[in-house]
């Protein structure tokens, strides 16, 4: 089951051949989730030393998440259990939980086989995602329907992934506590 949020749009034809692979693959080797895409470097070995795929171990924050991803059905249900919650809850809950006894089951494949255009942060659009599709002949409405994100909003959010790739997961926290003092919200908070 491919999992995609509405934040993201497919930008170009995908391989349907390529997606089969991956799903043979991880009947295979018993994965259970193959992210399609991330925002966080995720430091961690190979898996297998295949040079695209990246093992996401079980304690990495945010390594299982509601990005692109291949899941298996049957995990992705049993994560969801019988909560009532958004997504973003969803997430928050899971990486609460430190485990997802998932380890050795998780990979994160950086190929981008879905030609991902990241178009939505905040519940506006990025105007370099604007642009991006419009080069490929897409046409975002951006009328009335949905705002663009505006050049403070766009800085903000550029600055939380950069610090958060840059800063080690042990001072995330703090770095965190200290965002908030100069006024940054954070999604998990709400």
């Not at 973003?88 to 089951?105: A, D, P, Q, V």
Request: with cysteine.
């Amino acid at each position: 089951m491919c999992l995609l949020l509405e934040d993201f749009f497919i930008s170009d034809k995908v391989d349907n051949g390529e997606i089969e692979k991956i799903v043979d693959f991880m009947e295979k080797e018993n994965i259970v989730y193959y992210k399609l895409q991330t925002f966080s470097k995720l430091k961690s070995d190979k898996y297998k030393k295949i040079p695209y795929l990246t093992e996401i171990k079980d304690d990495k924050k945010y390594g299982v998440s509601l990005l692109a991803a291949i899941w298996k059905k049957e995990d992705l249900l049993k994560m969801i259990g019988g909560g009532d919650y958004n997504a973003w809850r969803f997430e928050i809950m899971r990486n609460e939980e430190k485990s997802h006894n998932l380890s050795g089951k998780c990979v994160y494949d950086n190929r981008d086989v879905l030609h991902i255009c990241h178009g939505v942060v905040k519940g506006k659009y990025l105007p370099q995602a604007i642009k991006a599709m419009k080069k490929k002949g897409y046409i975002l409405n951006s009328s009335n329907e949905r705002e663009i994100l505006s050049f403070k909003e766009r800085f903000e959010f550029k600055l939380k992934l950069y610090i958060k790739n840059m800063c080690p997961e042990s001072l995330y926290d703090t770095v965190k506590k200290t965002g908030k003092k100069i006024g940054f919200r954070f999604t998990d908070d709400n």
